[in-house]
């Protein structure tokens, strides 16, 4: 079955200085993996996803994920975190072989940017 | 493009009673995904249809239902409301469904409460 985890329920981090959001995963096919986020009172907005090929995967508003199978993660990162990232991150993956989707997402990161 | 609309925004029931909650995917996407949201669940996949037929289940009781009629509008409906169906229900839509690695949109949900 697939699972996905996020290890710290909050992450805190000064304006200016780079983040690190974690996602490891588990899956029988190979993954397929998403990162949105979401503001309160608001629905989820994508921010990037990993299907195949580059390992670094580039998305919206300066974020950018690094896919590892060895270590099946796909944390999220940005080299320089502003207040206004400050949010609830959520990782999600995709099995090649359920197929559909049938999407299982993470429990969900707050990140707190301190100005 | 409009994105994906929900309605209504917010909603108060009574244990017992039914909703009915509406999402409207964006134009030319034809899979509509519904998801639970609440604090100690996370977000939980309710199901997914694509050209008016049901593809994907979760693990929900009876008393969730959904359909989609052929403009790839969806209704969700819950019958003999519980206290525990009080969440934000996000519905997500994408353009083809046939396709795992399709990304997904999400509107802005609608919050129930059960009172």
Redesign the interface.
């Known amino acids: 079955a697939q699972s996905v985890a996020q290890p710290e329920d909050q992450v805190n981090v000064a304006e200016g200085n780079p983040l690190t959001v974690k996602c490891t995963y588990s899956v029988s096919g190979n993954p397929y993996l998403f990162w949105y986020v979401q503001y309160p009172n608001r629905g989820l907005q994508f921010l990037l996803k990993y299907i195949t090929g580059d390992n670094l995967v580039k998305g919206s508003y300066g974020f950018e994920a690094e896919f590892n199978k060895s270590q099946t993660s796909f944390h999220l990162k940005k080299p320089s975190a502003l207040v206004s990232d400050s949010a609830l991150y959520f990782c999600a993956v995709r099995d090649s072989r359920t197929g559909g989707f049938k999407t299982i997402f993470g429990a969900g990161t707050r990140l707190f940017v301190k100005a | 493009k409009a994105g ?1 609309t929900q309605t209504p925004r917010y909603l108060i029931k009574t244990r017992g009673q039914q909703v009915t909650l509406s999402c409207s995917p964006i134009s030319g996407h034809r ?1 509509v ?1 519904w ?1 639970q949201q609440t604090p100690g669940q ?4 309710l199901f ?1 249809y694509f050209s008016e037929t049901q ?2 289940k ?1 693990n929900f009781p009876g008393r969730f239902s959904g359909r989609q009629f052929s403009n790839s509008r969806s209704e969700m409906n819950v019958s003999t409301l519980e206290l525990g169906d009080s969440a934000l229900y ?1 519905c ?1 839509s ?1 353009e083809q ?1 046939m396709g ?10 609608t ?1 129930l409460t059960v009172l």
């Open positions: 994906v899979s995904s998801y996370g977000l939980q996949f997914e593809r994907n979760g996000l997500a994408s469904g795992v690695t399709d990304t997904q949109y999400f509107g802005p949900g919050r």
